[in-house]
């Protein structure tokens, strides 16, 4: 029963397709890469492998498997190895309106296209985003991949460095079947959320918007304190109050705003100062907590010591953590509508305890659904205007869409603080 022919092909940098010829009476097929299984239960006799490093040799087998689970001897190796990075757009410097690199799409005849973008200097990665949501993340090394395309799908490509994430690219244009029209980013937020309206229990998670720093530099080259009792560390900067602007401008867009029946916020000033805006078109009021009949119920954390926070979900309760934001939105009435303001550290937190089984607790494969929460520690949650949807439907959470929009035309120098 043993799989007689495997072949593998390159499909540019950062792909390989791997086909195999059908084995009588095989229920499945497992695939490996260098030895380690990487797919299980194939029951087609080809897969495509997709996050490969450029210019690398790769070897792949094939195991046919039985209904009751035992595998036949692995098949021949089939060695293969990926296209080198292309750079051909050149090299983008890290501009300071918070640009993003020059992309190109090339269209095949195989329902795939070429995506190619520009180095960035300096960067650390690059992530490259589906129809405005997370498609996978690539090394600094890797300007190009390979990607579905049947002349709809619009591709934009964001790069990272040193914990910022600047806007994403303009729409990657078809340069065999020109540009396709982008949607804007409320068009694409009302399309996401369309399908899940109606469910028993919608909540809508964002991480809060940039904040100040405690110190700026001088034309000296020193550093002076800036805020002095004002603990502007905790308060949005520029850019943080324009993002709050727009995700105000896309809840309210969106038809989201006048569902709005709860708001849940971490104590920090930044995080409530993120949705407040939201929460004031809403209308919401009738939260008990150190900021009273704001509607923004705070949730708490630990102090250094492990006490809890003193500002608290309940005034009265001693949980420190996320429990009791978790426990108030596993008690919302069919009905309703609730918006979480987090930190990196708390919302998958959160989301995994309302029920989601797969929320990436941490940066392995083997734990994380990697197209709906990144596995790359350095953008877990750390994307600054991401969007996350969870339904509770008869008690089941169910994740529904994580999209990410960014305030244009940013002059960072001008927002420096």
């Known amino acids: 029963m043993a799989v007689e022919s495997v072949t593998a092909e390159a499909l540019g940098s950062s792909g390989v397709r791997v086909s195999w010829s059908e084995s009588p009476g095989a229920a499945y097929y497992d695939v490996y890469q260098d030895s380690a299984r990487i797919e299980t239960g194939i029951s087609e006799t080809s897969v495509d492998v997709a ?16 209904s ?21 757009l050149g090299t983008c410097e890290p501009a300071t309106d918070g640009s993003a690199p020059t992309v190109a799409l090339s269209s095949n005849d195989d329902g795939t296209a070429e995506l190619s973008w520009c180095e960035v200097t300096g960067a650390d990665g690059y992530n490259v985003f589906l129809n405005g949501l997370y498609d996978g993340t690539y090394g600094s090394e890797t300007f190009s991949t390979t990607v579905s395309y049947d002349g709809t799908e619009q591709y934009q490509v964001a790069y990272y460095a040193d914990g ?45 918007a940039e904040k100040m720093t405690q110190l700026a530099e001088q034309e000296d080259g020193s550093f002076a304190e800036v805020c002095g009792e004002d603990k502007c560390s905790e308060v949005l900067n520029a850019k943080g109050e324009l993002r709050a602007e727009l995700l105000k401008s896309l809840f309210a867009g969106a038809g989201i705003t006048e569902r ?33 009949d704001d509607g923004i119920q705070e949730f708490p954390v630990l102090n250094p010591d492990g006490s809890a926070n003193a500002t608290e ?71 600054f205007g991401d969007i996350w949807k969870v339904v509770l439907q008869d008690g089941v959470a169910e994740f529904v869409f994580r999209a990410n929009f960014q305030p244009s035309e940013l002059d960072l120098e001008e927002l420096a603080q």
């Open 313 to 383: 979900l309940d005034p009265e309760g001693t949980s420190a953590s996320e429990a009791p934001v978790i426990e108030a939105l596993l008690a919302l009435p069919s009905g309703s509508t609730a918006l979480v303001a987090g930190h990196s550290g708390t919302l998958y937190d959160i989301m995994a305890g309302i029920g989601l089984t797969d929320v990436c607790l941490s940066d392995t494969v083997e734990t994380c659904n990697e197209d709906r929460y990144p596995i790359d520690s350095k953008v877990k949650v750390k994307n």
């Open 260 to 292: 709005l029946t709860h708001a849940f916020s971490s104590h920090k000033i930044r995080t409530r100062q993120t949705i407040e805006m939201i929460t004031a078109d809403a209308g919401l009021t009738g939260d008990i907590d150190k900021n009273p």
């Open 164 to 208: 910022n994430y600047p806007a994403k690219s303009v729409v990657a244009e078809d340069t065999n079947g020109g540009p396709s029209e982008p949607m804007t980013e409320l068009e694409l937020l009302e399309s996401l959320d369309r399908g899940s309206n109606g469910a028993d229990v919608e909540i809508y998670f964002t991480r809060h």
């Open 68 to 88: 009751d689970g035992s595998c036949s001897a692995a098949s021949f190796q089939a060695n293969v190895t990926t296209a080198a990075a292309s750079a051909s």
């Open 51 to 66: 996050g490969l490093q450029a210019a690398t040799g790769y070897q792949f087998f094939v195991t046919a498997c039985t």
